[in-house]
């Protein structure tokens, strides 16, 4: 079959192209960037990528494209409060422009349950984006799901964080909000059942897991299959900002995440029919056996993609602008140190920093940094890193994003994601020289006006010892 794919480097996408190119189908991906698009070995040939960015409208040369069935999985809700709103809508008014003037036999979108009479910002959203594709002329398929449970979705690491830190928790009048869970394997089963299945034509199925449970459920539960003892006290002084404060500085989300999240765990998000389950057959797991697959996959280290992959659709197709570090107009600490050892267990040690490795010196005052970075509003150190020893363009390393990876030419480039004044580059070289190899650590920081050289001047002790005692213990 032949597939078109939005999202494909979203954490749905991601899952659902090794799906998809692992059964034989050929699927075409609309990327932002080709950087982030991620494909396994063996299905190289059958996928193609193409960089597209939905909030223009899409070139005239892909009409030709031969489309069985397009994916819409576009979604933006971490990268601001109100605007991703249109550019949803944006994005989906595009998209159903070009898919009508394609062969594409059906589209199938990915949406939130929205039963309720008063919806969140975020769920209107999705709503919004179903009226807008049924817009192409194209037979329409819509699966409203809402919690979905899965190793590095938001809503799971969000209850992994609120349990593993906390033993007692006092939370928000919102916990005993009613949902019904979805276990994320469960998901792609719909997504591809649903393929050319005439039975669901322009419908709207809602899909849920088999429970119908609040989230203080859902907290204490997947604390029992942790073997851990918690309590949750249900307060109800939390406003809505409150809550999002709450959200933001007790587990790894980001603030716009944590308000957006916050608007919509207010709403109950439970099916109003099980109809597309009865039709397709599907038994869906349990809560407490979709949350054992999950910490099953995070403790052999195999997470496929997590929330953090996320990077709003605005400034997506620029991030790896980046990966030119400047020369002119910047401040830089650069070193350089011999390697006595083995250059590839160094190599190593470069691609496995930051997440539970850590800094491999002073990480007291990283996490310090990230905790400042969390008070000002930034991404702090807490979103970790999906897998323990690979690096993919586009992927979230604590409070930096990985430009680019290159094991065969044994550089690492991040881009600072922190709050901070002008913008940041953190480089590692390993490179051979005459008599033997060399590490090489760059950091590089380009200001923005006078706050941004006062920044860097009165950091410069810190960093002169952060930095000297980094490079050592990498070259170790």
């Known amino acids: 079959m032949k597939i078109l794919l939005t999202g494909s480097t979203g954490y749905i996408g991601k899952r659902l192209l090794q799906n998809l190119s692992g059964n034989g189908h050929e699927v075409t991906c609309f990327v932002r960037s080709l950087e982030r698009l991620i494909v396994p070995e063996p299905a190289n040939a059958s996928v193609v990528g193409h960089e597209i960015n939905l909030l223009k409208p899409i070139p005239e040369h892909l009409h030709a494209l031969d489309i069985d069935v397009a994916f819409y999985l576009v979604h933006s809700m971490s990268s601001s409060i109100g605007q991703f709103m249109e550019e949803e809508a944006q994005s989906a008014r595009n998209f159903a422009a070009y898919i009508g003037q394609t062969n594409c036999k059906q589209i199938i979108y990915l949406?939130?349950?929205?039963?309720?009479?008063?919806?969140?910002?975020?769920?209107?959203?999705?709503?919004?984006?179903?009226?807008?594709?049924?817009?192409?002329?194209?037979?329409?398929?819509?699966?409203?799901?809402?919690?979905?449970?899965?190793?590095?979705?938001?809503?799971?690491?969000?209850?992994?964080?609120?349990?593993?830190?906390?033993?007692?928790?006092?939370?928000?009048?919102?916990?005993?909000?009613?949902?019904?869970?979805?276990?994320v394997a469960d998901v792609l089963k719909y997504l591809t059942s649903c393929m050319l299945n005439a039975d669901t034509y322009d419908a709207i199925f809602d899909i849920g897991g088999p429970e119908i449970l609040s989230y203080k459920q859902m907290l204490l539960q997947y604390a029992e299959e942790r073997g851990l003892r918690?309590?949750?006290?249900?307060?109800?002084?939390?406003?809505?900002?409150?809550?999002?404060?709450?959200?933001?500085?007790?587990?790894?989300?980001?603030?716009?995440?944590?308000?957006?999240?916050?608007?919509?765990?207010?709403?109950?998000?439970?099916?109003?029919?099980?109809?597309?389950?009865?039709?397709?057959?599907?038994?869906?797991?349990?809560?407490?056996?979709?949350?054992?697959?999950?910490?099953d996959r995070i403790n052999l280290d195999n997470v496929t993609s997590s929330w953090t992959d996320a990077v709003s659709m605005s400034i997506g197709d620029q991030l790896f602008e980046y990966e030119e570090v400047p020369d002119f107009g910047v401040l830089r600490d650069s070193r350089t140190l011999k390697i006595s050892g083995n250059p590839d267990v160094v190599l190593d040690k470069v691609f496995a920093i930051g997440?539970?490795?850590?800094?491999?010196?002073?990480?007291?005052?990283?996490?310090?940094?990230?905790?400042?970075?969390?008070?000002?509003?930034?991404?702090?150190?807490?979103?970790?890193?999906?897998?323990?020893?690979?690096?993919?363009?586009?992927?979230?390393?604590?409070?930096?994003?990985?430009?680019?990876?290159?094991?065969?030419?044994?550089?690492?480039?991040?881009?600072?994601?922190?709050?901070?004044?002008?913008?940041?580059?953190?480089?590692?070289?390993?490179?051979?020289?005459?008599?033997?190899?060399?590490?090489?650590?760059?950091?590089?920081?380009?200001?923005?006006?006078?706050?941004?050289?006062?920044?860097?001047?009165?950091?410069?002790?810190?960093?002169?010892?952060?930095?000297?005692?980094?490079?050592?213990?990498?070259?170790?």
């Open 111 to 183: 949406s939130g349950i929205s039963n309720s009479e008063k919806l969140s910002r975020h769920l209107q959203s999705r709503k919004n984006v179903e009226h807008l594709l049924r817009e192409s002329g194209i037979p329409l398929t819509v699966l409203r799901a809402g919690i979905i449970v899965g190793s590095g979705s938001a809503s799971f690491e969000i209850i992994r964080d609120l349990m593993e830190l906390l033993p007692v928790v006092v939370a928000p009048a919102w916990v005993k909000t009613y949902c019904q869970p979805l276990g």
């Open 355 to 476: 997440g539970e490795t850590g800094w491999y010196y002073a990480d007291w005052i990283w996490n310090v940094r990230g905790v400042i970075d969390k008070m000002a509003g930034g991404v702090g150190l807490r979103r970790g890193r999906r897998n323990a020893t690979e690096l993919n363009p586009g992927d979230a390393l604590d409070f930096w994003r990985v430009l680019i990876p290159d094991r065969e030419n044994k550089r690492l480039l991040l881009f600072a994601e922190m709050k901070v004044p002008g913008d940041a580059w953190l480089e590692f070289r390993i490179v051979l020289k005459e008599d033997g190899f060399y590490l090489t650590q760059t950091a590089t920081f380009m200001p923005k006006g006078l706050s941004g050289r006062l920044y860097w001047w009165l950091l410069l002790p810190i960093h002169l010892l952060m930095f000297r005692g980094m490079i050592k213990a990498i070259a170790r």
């Open 230 to 295: 918690r309590r949750i006290y249900v307060v109800p002084f939390f406003s809505p900002r409150m809550s999002s404060y709450w959200l933001y500085f007790v587990t790894s989300t980001s603030y716009y995440l944590a308000v957006n999240l916050v608007n919509s765990m207010k709403v109950e998000v439970v099916c109003s029919d099980n109809r597309l389950q009865q039709m397709l057959g599907i038994v869906p797991l349990t809560y407490r056996e979709a949350c054992r697959r999950a910490l």
